[in-house]
């Protein structure tokens, strides 16, 4: 559970929520193949060019639109 300090009492509510929902939520966007904190570019090179693979494949825009512009 998020901790719920009196310093979280001066922000507005609708930050507040936000970031409870971002917290209950992170589950789904976690990338589960990053085990640890620290991770190299050879590690996560693999996973954005699938990502980068699959986006392509679900683009609905022009295919001017979709493409990769510049690499990484």
């Known amino acids: 559970m998020m901790n719920t300090t009196s310093s979280n009492s001066n922000m ?3 930050i507040q929520e936000l970031g409870q929902q971002l917290y209950h ?3 789904k966007y ?3 193949a990053l085990r640890h904190r620290r991770f190299r570019h ?3 090179v693999p996973l954005i060019e699938r990502l980068q693979e ?3 494949s679900k683009c ?3 295919a001017t ?3 990769v512009v ?3």
Do not use: F, G
């Open 42 to 44: 050879r590690d996560i």
């Open 65 to 67: 639109r979709c493409r």
């Open 54 to 56: 699959q986006s392509a």
């Open 70 to 72: 510049r690499s990484i």
């Open 30 to 32: 976690k990338e589960s």
């Open 12 to 14: 507005p509510a609708a």
């Open 60 to 62: 609905r825009w022009p």
């Open 25 to 27: 939520s992170h589950h």
